[in-house]
């Protein structure tokens, strides 16, 4: 299934429709490889991989992604790259080295892969990994999706 989320622009402009995917992969093929593979059917997309277990919903994914692409057409990002500013968002700083150490994909280890953009995504062939599942947010991810969207206002 693959939802979207509209958010109005900020800038008073057109709204915001934002698609995401992610997917559980097993790290057998590598973070990078799978990036790869998935940017491939999916070009002009923001495409990511995050340790496992920082997300476990779709839907709480596409929700940062949202905030990262309407930061990204406001030209309100937390880092210079869409994905970095995913990754803050995910690990709830604004301290890349932090995100990065803590949210970060390693090789050889769990992962989820993120692709997300404002047309429909697509998986890839030869991915090793199983969609998220899209549910409603629990209390703790509607937390974090808050925490997220106040890192801008840290950096005001």
Do not use: H
């Not at 496992?52 to 596409?62: K, P, Q, R, T």
């Not at 509607?142 to 005001?156: D, F, M, T, V």
Request: hydrophobic fraction near 40%; charge should be positive.
């Amino acid at each position: 299934m693959i939802g979207s989320r509209s958010s109005p622009s900020r800038t008073g402009g057109e709204s915001l429709r934002v698609f995401a995917r992610a997917f559980l992969c097993t790290g057998g093929v590598s973070p990078e490889e799978s990036k790869r593979l998935i940017a491939v059917g999916n070009p002009g997309s923001m495409v990511l991989a995050a340790k496992a277990g920082l997300a476990e919903n779709e839907s709480f994914v596409e929700l940062l992604a949202a905030q990262t692409l309407q930061a990204e057409s406001s030209g309100s990002l937390l880092a210079n790259r869409p994905e970095i500013d995913f990754l803050l968002r995910l690990a709830g700083t604004t301290q890349i080295s932090k995100a990065i150490e803590n949210a970060g994909a390693k090789p050889g280890e769990p992962f989820i892969l993120v692709v997300a953009g404002r047309t429909v995504v697509r998986g890839a062939s030869g991915l090793d990994g199983t969609e998220l599942p899209r549910r409603e947010l629990k209390d703790d991810e509607l937390g974090r999706i808050e925490r997220a969207a106040l890192l801008n206002a840290k950096r005001a």
